[in-house]
């Protein structure tokens, strides 16, 4: 069972580059999330899908886009790269409902991604 | 703006000692989870606690929760040094479960 899978682990772009980060669960769930994490300090939210279909922002979304592609999938795009987006990323999933609530969230290993 | 900050920022302790960390949150919460980040990995849950909930277990985890003064204690008991991580608190919002805002963490060592 692999759980949260992401790609690239690794990634170098130049200033004004785009790219897509990868991300797939095989876990069945509803919600699914992105993340950055700047040293010393928590995750923030970029983006997330609470369900097939369906994206909102969270507290960064500036710079970036998402797709959710079908339920495993969810992809996250920066269009033009800049340095202030140096940081890890994080996409995780979790199984929330509106009854069930709050789920725990399953994270993959993360993007680490240096904005030239 | 942050809705959980952890207390202290770095811990480090011997082997064999407890370990204690806690978070404050601000607005009103349906659950509080912790998570473990190794480093270089991704977070790992390790207890979630519900706001009707008082304290819960989990093997050498012991997590309180005081929905009067919005705060939340991670015990870890008789630590190993496996246990050297980050750990951090989470809360969603009463008005929006689906979401998780995260505290800045703790930086726990743990020295043979």
């Known amino acids: 069972n692999a759980g949260v899978t992401q790609t690239p682990k690794f990634q170098v772009l130049k200033t004004g580059q785009s790219m897509t980060l990868q991300c797939a669960q095989d876990?069945?769930?509803?919600?699914m999330y992105w993340y950055r994490q700047d040293p010393g300090m928590g995750l923030r939210l970029i983006y997330y899908?609470?369900?097939?279909?369906?994206?909102d922002k969270g507290e960064v979304p500036n710079g970036y886009n998402v797709s959710r592609l079908n339920k495993r999938e969810f992809s996250l795009r920066l269009e033009s790269a800049a340095p202030s987006q140096t940081s890890v990323y994080f996409c995780a999933s979790s199984d929330w409902g509106a009854i069930s609530g709050n789920q725990p969230q399953h994270f993959g290993d993360g993007t680490r991604l240096s904005i030239l | 703006s942050q809705q959980g900050e952890e207390d202290p920022q770095a811990l480090s302790i011997q082997e064999g000692e407890n370990a204690t960390m806690n978070c404050s949150y601000k607005?009103?919460?349906?659950?509080l989870q912790w998570y473990r980040q190794n480093s270089g990995r991704g977070l790992v849950h390790l207890i979630l606690i519900r706001s009707n909930e008082r304290e819960k277990h989990s093997g050498r985890l012991r997590v309180t929760l005081d929905t009067s003064k919005k705060s939340s204690s991670l015990l870890i008991t008789a630590s190993r040094a496996a246990d050297t991580a980050s750990y951090f608190c989470a809360t969603d919002r009463e008005d929006s479960s689906y979401k998780l805002i995260f505290g800045s963490g703790t930086r726990l060592l743990v020295r043979p």
């Open positions: 607005t009103s919460i349906n659950n």
């Open positions: 876990m069945n769930h509803n919600s």
């Open positions: 899908s609470a369900s097939e279909g369906t994206t």
